[in-house]
Structures are given as C-alpha cells and as structure tokens.
C-alpha cells in the first residue's frame, strides 16, 4: 500500500516545489504537474508531487491522517 501526503504549496522554482505540510516544510518534485503555482494543494509521494488536490480533499486527506496517528 502507498500513502500520499498532502500538502499546500508555498513556491514553485525550476521543477522544484516547497510544500508546507501540516507546518512541515520540503522540497519536492513538481515536474508531473503543469501549471503548479504557490497556494495550490498538491498529494505528494516519493519526493514528487503527483496530483493536484482541492482544499477540501487536503482537509479530508488530514482528518483520515490524523485518525490513523
């Protein structure tokens, strides 16, 4: 089984995205995704960004999250 983390971003440079998740920032790849731009949410996986997510997927994302922690 393969679990995302999701995550909004905060810049977007040279295939390279910083996401804030949960307060927790990094560095990932954003090359999977056109058009990425700060504020959009994103699940990401392995270090990349593999889909874009609405704010209210983010919010449901982090309720499971919390539940299985």
Known sequence: ??????????????GTAVIDAS???????ADLIEDLEPGDYVMVHAGAAIAKITKTDE???D??????L
């Open 1 to 14: 089984m393969c679990v995302g983390l999701s995550a909004k971003v905060v810049s977007v440079n040279d």
């Open 63 to 68: 309720e499971v999250m919390e539940e299985l």
């Open 23 to 29: 307060g927790a920032k990094r560095s990932v790849s």
């Open 59 to 61: 919010e449901e994302a």
